[in-house]
């Protein structure tokens, strides 16, 4: 199946500084979700878009959906300590498998 | 609020020795996974199993690995005879509905040597 491409890697912020993670898409996607893992934690489910241009918030958490439902994003607003982990988007293929982005680390700088 | 199980945390287990996860899916979820995640990669698709019988499996889910939900509340994964690559942290989820958000166990990290 179609890999969703996440980026960057990894963001380094300051406390208090957006952070923002991409995922993209060749082909049109059904549905997107997006999880955080917290350092030695397990996945835990976020939320998850299924409409073009769909706009959701979770607090400081923004996520959308592309028009063309080939590209998501997440930002958070003024980042928190709590907020450190690795964010990953996923999408569900045509058998229903969950496809991950290979997720980007969010790092608070010191 | 109900949460997905996994025993144990940790095994570690020589090369060629076979092993078994186990994991306790939320009760009322009908849609049961499992995944791996060696460290500090991404979670990779193993197997989806529905109805007592797998679904989907992926290329890593080769004739080493086998499911089973022997009653009506655990579901494990069995590796045959483990290799040093199957090193790594296995986790379980389960869903109640394919299309719908999974629920994450926290993980059985699986060292092989």
């Known amino acids: 199946g179609q890999q969703v491409m996440q980026i960057p890697q990894y963001q380094h912020v300051q406390e208090g500084e957006d952070f923002t993670t991409y995922c993209n898409s060749s082909t049109t996607l059904s549905n997107i979700q997006w999880y955080k893992q917290r350092p030695g934690g397990h996945p835990v489910f976020l939320i998850q878009l299924v409409k073009s241009g769909e706009v959701k918030k979770q607090k400081r958490l923004t996520f959308q959906f592309g028009e063309a439902k080939k590209n998501s994003s997440l930002h958070i607003t003024a980042t928190q300590t709590t907020d450190v982990g690795t964010y990953f988007c996923?999408?569900?293929?045509?058998?229903?498998?969950?496809?991950w982005g290979a997720g980007t680390k969010l790092i608070i700088k010191p | 609020e109900p949460e997905v199980t996994q025993t144990p945390s940790h095994q570690v287990t020589q090369m060629g020795q076979e092993v078994i996860l186990r994991c306790v899916p939320i009760s009322n979820h009908l849609y049961f996974y499992w995944y791996r995640q060696i460290l500090g990669q991404k979670v990779e698709f193993l197997v989806s199993?529905?109805?007592?019988?797998?679904?989907?499996k992926s290329e890593i889910f080769d004739d080493q690995f086998s499911v089973e939900r022997p009653d009506g509340s655990n579901f494990t994964l069995k590796i045959r005879s483990t290799k040093l690559e199957d090193s790594a942290m296995y986790f379980c989820a389960s869903s109640p509905d394919r299309v719908r958000e999974q629920y994450f166990g926290p993980g059985t990290r699986l060292t092989v040597t």
């Open positions: 996923a999408r569900t293929d045509s058998n229903y498998q969950l496809i």
């Open positions: 199993f529905y109805n007592n019988e797998i679904s989907e």
